[in-house]
C-alpha cells in the first residue's frame, strides 16, 4: 500500500490550522445580502441555511438516523483538528477519541479537545497503519470515523478493512471522501493543481466507492453523494492569485446553500458530477 501524500504535508495544514486558531476575531458587518436573507428567513433560521449543505444531509438525516445511544466510544482516524468528533459528543453524547500521527495534528487536536472538556489523552498518538495501533486497539470502538483519508491511499480497500479491524461486531463504519471528479475536478486543477495527485480518483464515483465495502464484512446502510455543490471543497496555495476569487465564491456559497435548503430540504441534486462528497455507512458484520 503506497500513501499518495507525506507526513510533512500535514504537519504543515495542522500548523496552519493552529495559526488560523490562535488569530484574533474579528466583528464582521454582514452584507447587504445577509440582512436581505435575515428579513425573509429570521436570524435564527438564517443561520441554520446558510451552513454547509451537504453537512447538513450528514449530520440531520444520515448521523441522526444511524448514530448510536449516548456513551458510546468513537474514533476518527486522521483526527486533527478534532472538531468533528467535538460535535460528535455534543450533538450525539459520543465518547471521542482521535487517531493522529502528525505531531502538529495531536497539538491542535489536544488543544481543542482541552478547551472542549474532553481529556486530551483521548486523542492517541499513533501510525493507524501500525502493528502497535492494531494490537492495542482492536475492536474497541463502536463508531469508526474517517472523512477524507481513504482517498491518499492507492490501496483503498485495504484502508477500509483496517478501519473495521478497530470497530467492534456491530459497531458502525462512517466513511466520507470529497468527490475530485466532473466539475469538481476542473475547478481543483484552477484552484489548487498540486492536490490532484495527493488523491486517488479511481474511487471517486460511487460505484467504485461502493465496491471498497466487502458486503461480507459490512451491511451498507448509505452509500452515495452528498450535497449538491459546494466552494467550500477548494482551496489555494499560500499567495494565489485566485485565492481572492475563490473567497468571493466561497461568501456566495452561503446564498447557494440558503437556495438548496428551501428547494431540496434534506436531500438535494446529488450527482456525480457536482457533488461535493460521497459518504459510506454501514454495520460491521
Same mark, same amino acid.
Given at each position: 500500500?503506497?500513501s499518495?501524500t507525506? #507526513?510533512?504535508?500535514w504537519?504543515?495544514?495542522?500548523? !496552519?490550522? %493552529?495559526?488560523?486558531?490562535?488569530?484574533?476575531? !474579528?466583528?464582521?458587518?454582514?452584507?447587504?445580502?445577509? +440582512?436581505t436573507l435575515? #428579513?425573509l428567513?429570521g436570524?435564527?433560521?438564517?443561520?441554520?441555511?446558510?451552513?454547509?449543505?451537504?453537512?447538513h444531509?450528514i449530520?440531520?438525516?444520515?448521523?441522526?438516523r444511524?448514530?448510536p445511544? +449516548?456513551? /458510546?466510544? $468513537?474514533?476518527e482516524?486522521?483526527?486533527?483538528?478534532?472538531?468533528?468528533?467535538?460535535?460528535?459528543?455534543? #450533538?450525539?453524547?459520543?465518547? &471521542?477519541?482521535?487517531?493522529?500521527?502528525?505531531?502538529?495534528g495531536?497539538?491542535v487536536?489536544r488543544?481543542?479537545?482541552?478547551?472542549?472538556?474532553?481529556d &486530551?489523552?483521548? $486523542?492517541?498518538?499513533?501510525d493507524?497503519?501500525?502493528?502497535?495501533?492494531?494490537?492495542?486497539h @482492536?475492536? @474497541?470502538?463502536?463508531?469508526?470515523?474517517? @472523512?477524507? !483519508?481513504?482517498?491518499?491511499?492507492?490501496?483503498?480497500?485495504?484502508?477500509?478493512? %483496517?478501519?473495521?479491524?478497530?470497530?467492534?461486531?456491530?459497531g458502525?463504519?462512517?466513511?466520507?471522501?470529497?468527490?475530485l471528479r466532473g466539475v469538481?475536478g476542473?475547478?481543483?486543477?484552477?484552484?489548487?493543481?498540486?492536490?490532484?495527485?495527493?488523491?486517488n *480518483?479511481e474511487i471517486?464515483?460511487?460505484?467504485?466507492?461502493?465496491?471498497?465495502?466487502?458486503p461480507?464484512k459490512? =451491511? &451498507?446502510l /448509505?452509500?452515495?453523494?452528498?450535497?449538491?455543490?459546494?466552494?467550500?471543497l !477548494?482551496?489555494?496555495?499560500a499567495?494565489s +492569485?485566485?485565492?481572492?476569487?475563490? =473567497?468571493?465564491?466561497?461568501?456566495?456559497?452561503?446564498? *447557494?446553500n $440558503?437556495?438548496?435548503?428551501?428547494?431540496f =430540504?434534506? #436531500?438535494? /441534486?446529488e450527482? +456525480?458530477?457536482?457533488?461535493p462528497q460521497?459518504?459510506?455507512?454501514?454495520i460491521?458484520?
Amino acid at each position: 500500500m503506497e500513501s499518495l501524500t507525506r #507526513r510533512e504535508h500535514w504537519d504543515s495544514v495542522h500548523d !496552519f490550522e %493552529r495559526a488560523e486558531a490562535e488569530r484574533p476575531s !474579528f466583528e464582521v458587518r454582514p452584507t447587504w445580502t445577509t +440582512r436581505t436573507l435575515r #428579513r425573509l428567513f429570521g436570524g435564527g433560521r438564517l443561520s441554520n441555511y446558510m451552513g454547509s449543505y451537504d453537512d447538513h444531509q450528514i449530520w440531520n438525516t444520515l448521523y441522526a438516523r444511524h448514530m448510536p445511544e +449516548r456513551g /458510546a466510544s $468513537v474514533v476518527e482516524i486522521g483526527s486533527a483538528p478534532g472538531e468533528h468528533l467535538v460535535k460528535l459528543k455534543d #450533538r450525539f453524547g459520543l465518547v &471521542p477519541y482521535g487517531i493522529e500521527y502528525s505531531d502538529s495534528g495531536v497539538d491542535v487536536n489536544r488543544t481543542l479537545f482541552v478547551a472542549s472538556g474532553i481529556d &486530551p489523552e483521548n $486523542v492517541i498518538p499513533m501510525d493507524f497503519f501500525s502493528d502497535e495501533c492494531l494490537e492495542r486497539h @482492536r475492536e @474497541r470502538f463502536d463508531v469508526v470515523v474517517s @472523512r477524507g !483519508f481513504i482517498e491518499h491511499f492507492d490501496d483503498a480497500a485495504s484502508v477500509v478493512d %483496517r478501519h473495521l479491524a478497530l470497530l467492534k461486531p456491530g459497531g458502525l463504519l462512517v466513511v466520507t471522501i470529497p468527490n475530485l471528479r466532473g466539475v469538481n475536478g476542473a475547478l481543483t486543477r484552477l484552484f489548487h493543481k498540486e492536490l490532484i495527485p495527493m488523491h486517488n *480518483l479511481e474511487i471517486m464515483s460511487k460505484d467504485a466507492f461502493s465496491r471498497l465495502f466487502d458486503p461480507k464484512k459490512v =451491511r &451498507p446502510l /448509505a452509500c452515495r453523494y452528498v450535497g449538491t455543490f459546494s466552494f467550500y471543497l !477548494f482551496n489555494t496555495p499560500a499567495g494565489s +492569485r485566485l485565492a481572492p476569487l475563490l =473567497r468571493a465564491c466561497m461568501k456566495a456559497q452561503a446564498g *447557494l446553500n $440558503v437556495l438548496f435548503r428551501s428547494l431540496f =430540504r434534506d #436531500r438535494g /441534486a446529488e450527482n +456525480r458530477f457536482t457533488s461535493p462528497q460521497l459518504v459510506f455507512l454501514g454495520i460491521k458484520r
